[in-house]
């Protein structure tokens, strides 16, 4: 009865929430969002349970659970971490999370992606970025073919997470998706008591 | 399948339920950023107040607060912040509860965009918010949020060209002003020349200032030129105070009160040129000024002749020098106001420097022909008067407005007398080219009262569909593609490219947005191609794989190498404002 109640609002939630531009991405079905082939991966890539981040490297809440989403990720050692650059906040933002993506090319997205996320500020500049990238040991010459010639895909990977934060409804930076819950900032605390949540829900929906 | 997808979004947006029993800073979701962020704009004398409301628990940071007047940066002065100082943050100046700053000397029509960026203490940062001001109403609409991504999918390529070309325009706006400023002025001064004061007075000055003995044709141009010189000098010297005045006041002129006294005063000199009575300076100044003792013959005396001569003003010349003055005042700009009516002096004084050189034979004489000259000066201020008093009113007033104008200067040119048998072939040239002025006036007041406010296409709401110069493709050969998009590429401008069908609803509601009139003032410019896929033939199909167009409606730009512009597509139901947006940061 309550679970029937629950699923009449939200389907009132999205009617409401995603305008007629959205209504096509909300078709994107969340399988498409938990499993992008083209998405940069971490932890476990057959853990039982998925936790989505939507960060951006302006973004000084993303930088600071960084760090702890890390930790809980790998002491689990059975979730599945699937990383989206969801560069919004400021346009050096977008060439990080480019330069990240194409760091994967080499398969260092997480070397870059840590490299970034551990240079505080919210006003970092790409050049910034570029130095911490190159500081993190990661081959630049080849990087910078790759983002050249993967550009096409890079656009493409990045405007697919933003019309999946558009048809979530996510509303700023950083949005963590823990298997069915949905959090922003969390300490490391918060992020092992969400997880265990997360699991207790899953299983809860299986039966 | 389905139905576990639905379990999973539902309980993803019933987060709030879910998540109270875990930490304080996920209780809630988080409210979408305009309403975190609440910015109001209000009226505070001469200058804009913009205040920010912030929800409790976030904040704004001082250095996001921008704005933008038609695409240049308004320096702000915010107030001093808190200072916040984070190691994940750095150290940054922010507003909690509430900020409000005044930003002065904007106009009182036009839009304001502001953005403001700002994070919430429960730990999410907000992408920045853009609101768009009516400066005449002060409503405040948030825009979409502008895709950064757009911005620099081709890094150096559209970033640069949106700069290049708001440099252009400003360029443009600059030199082009002052180029056309100073020959139109020159125009106006031969015109007020040909007016029935200035005219006849011309040999008489010549030979006052020559003197009687006939000198040389040089030492007859030199004194002349002397005298015109020295006048034109007076006169800029006027224009130039009005201007520097003018800078100081022009906040005030923009105002709607002004404009309507400006409109009032316009009409007024109108009616002195038409004769309806003398602006003069008092006789005491004229007879006073007449009588100093300067005679013609030498450089210094014509010269001292001349800059007196400009205070003493003629009743036909008055009105003119006083809508030139206004003009001065209303530029705002020392150098321009000046340049305007020493070039208004210049053009006064040609007749008399022809005079003395060549001698007075060479001049047109007078008549009552000269009294079309005042007439002429009479409407061009109508003119003026119109084109202040449309900024007040509604754009189907103002057109309206114009086409009484249009009528009235058809009046002038006869439209309405009388033809006899023996009218001369002038009159009824004359004549025909009234009626065709009155045939427009109408036009455009029939065209007021259908609600159309644009001159050039007043009865464009009788065509329903006003999007016009679209490039449709009626066969959908990739061939006929190339050949229109090389035609419309030629412009050297990215070119608008829009996939169609008939059995297209959502295609039809695009099209009515797309005659929103704002929307089709900037798109005017812009090249279209329309490509109907309504037969679903393989040509057609071919083209929709080309573009990777999975169906209609589909809209993107293509830059001049035809490849699609990164961030311009728009598939599905779109807004007025979404597409704004994109072209807006493509600087399309």
């Known amino acids: ?207 | 399948m389905f139905c576990s997808i639905k379990t999973k979004w539902a309980l993803i947006l019933l987060l709030p339920l879910l998540f109270s029993p875990l930490t304080a800073q996920a209780e809630t979701t988080p409210p979408p950023a305009d309403k975190v962020f609440v910015l109001d704009a209000s009226r505070d004398g001469d200058a804009l107040r913009l205040s920010w409301t912030v929800a409790p628990g976030a904040y704004l940071y001082r250095d996001s607060l921008k704005a933008t007047l038609s695409g240049s940066e308004l320096p702000l002065a915010p107030p001093p912040g808190e200072t916040k100082d984070d190691p994940n943050f750095g150290k940054v100046e922010v507003y909690h509860d509430a900020v409000a700053l005044t930003v002065p000397g904007l106009p009182q029509s036009g839009a304001l965009n502001v953005t403001y960026q700002g994070c919430a203490e429960s730990g999410i940062c907000y992408p920045p918010v853009r609101s768009r001001i009516d400066l005449a109403s002060l409503a405040v609409t948030q825009q979409p949020r502008s895709s950064l991504l757009a911005d620099t999918a081709d890094p150096p390529a559209p970033a640069q060209s949106v700069a290049v070309s708001t440099d252009q325009s400003a360029d443009a706006a600059l030199s082009g002003g002052l180029f056309t400023i100073v020959p139109a002025f020159v125009g106006f001064g031969l015109l007020l020349a040909f007016t029935p004061c200035v005219l006849p007075m011309v040999p008489i000055l010549s030979g006052l200032l020559v003197g009687a003995g006939r000198p040389s044709a040089a030492r007859g141009f030199s004194l002349s030129t002397a005298y015109v010189l020295a006048m034109a000098s007076a006169y800029g010297l006027a224009g130039l105070v009005a201007g520097w005045s003018g800078a100081n006041l022009q906040a005030l002129l923009q105002t709607p009160p002004m404009l309507g006294l400006s409109a009032a005063v316009f009409v007024a000199l109108a009616f002195a040129m038409f004769g309806l009575f003398e602006l003069t300076l008092p006789s005491f100044v004229v007879t006073r000024i007449a009588s100093l003792p300067v005679r013609g013959g030498s450089l210094g005396g014509a010269a001292l002749l001349g800059f007196g001569s400009a205070l003493v003003i003629g009743p036909c010349v008055t009105p003119p020098l006083a809508a030139a003055m206004l003009y001065a005042i209303d530029t705002g700009n020392a150098a321009r106001g000046g340049a305007a009516l020493f070039a208004l002096g210049l053009g006064m004084g040609l007749p008399l420097v022809l005079a003395g050189t060549f001698g007075a034979r060479f001049l047109p004489k007078s008549g009552p022909w000269l009294d079309g000259f005042r007439r002429l000066f009479g409407l061009l201020f109508l003119g003026v008067a119109v084109m202040l008093a449309v900024r007040l009113l509604p754009a189907p007033a103002g057109l309206a407005l114009w086409g009484v104008l249009a009528l009235v200067v058809a009046t002038f040119l006869g439209a309405f007398d009388r033809m006899g048998r023996t009218s001369p072939w002038s009159a009824r040239f004359s004549k025909a080219l009234g009626l065709s002025t009155a045939l427009y006036g109408a036009v455009l007041i029939v065209g007021a009262a259908g609600g159309s406010g644009d001159p050039s296409r007043p009865l464009a709401f009788l065509s329903g569909r006003e999007v016009t110069e679209v490039a449709t493709l009626s066969r959908t050969l990739p061939a006929d593609f190339d050949r229109a998009f090389a035609a419309e590429a030629s412009a050297g401008k990215p070119v608008l490219v829009l996939f169609t069908a008939d059995w297209c609803t959502v295609c039809k509601s695009n099209e009515k947005i797309l005659a929103d009139p704002d929307l089709r003032a900037r798109l005017a410019s812009t090249a279209w191609i329309t490509i109907d896929i309504t037969a679903q033939t393989a040509e057609a199909e071919e083209l929709m794989e080309r573009f990777r167009v999975v169906g209609p409606p589909a809209l993107f730009l293509l830059d001049t190498d035809g490849r699609e512009i990164t961030g311009s597509r728009l598939i599905g139901a779109f807004s007025a404002a979404d597409l704004a947006a994109r072209l807006g940061a493509l600087g399309a």
């Not at chain 1, 050692?77 to 480019?98: C, E, F, M």
């Not at chain 1, 490391?188 to 809860?204: L, P, S, V």
């Open chain 1, 1 to 207: 009865m309550q679970r029937r109640t629950f699923l009449a609002g939200a389907t009132a939630t999205l009617a409401l929430g995603l305008g007629s531009a959205q209504a096509l991405a909300a078709d994107a079905s969340l399988d498409d969002i938990l499993h992008d082939p083209d998405a940069p991966e971490g932890g476990n890539s057959k853990g039982d349970l998925t936790i989505v981040a939507f960060t951006d490297y302006n973004c000084p809440f993303c930088k600071k659970a960084a760090p702890d989403l890390d930790r809980a990720v790998r002491e689990d050692g059975n979730i599945r971490l699937v990383y989206k650059d969801w560069p919004i906040l400021t346009q050096a933002s977008v060439y990080g999370a480019r330069m990240a993506l194409a760091a994967r090319y080499q398969g260092a997205y997480e070397q870059a992606h840590h490299a970034l996320m551990s240079i505080n500020g919210r006003a970092v500049s790409q050049e910034d970025m570029e130095k911490a990238i190159e500081a993190a040991g990661i081959d630049m010459p080849r990087l910078r073919t790759d983002l050249e010639a993967r550009k096409k895909d890079i656009t493409a990977l990045l405007a697919r997470n933003m019309d999946q934060a558009d048809a979530l409804g996510l509303q700023g930076t950083p949005t963590y998706l823990i298997g069915p819950l949905l959090a922003s900032t969390l300490d490391y605390d918060g992020f092992r008591e969400a997880i265990a949540q997360a699991r207790n829900r899953q299983t809860g929906d299986a039966q």
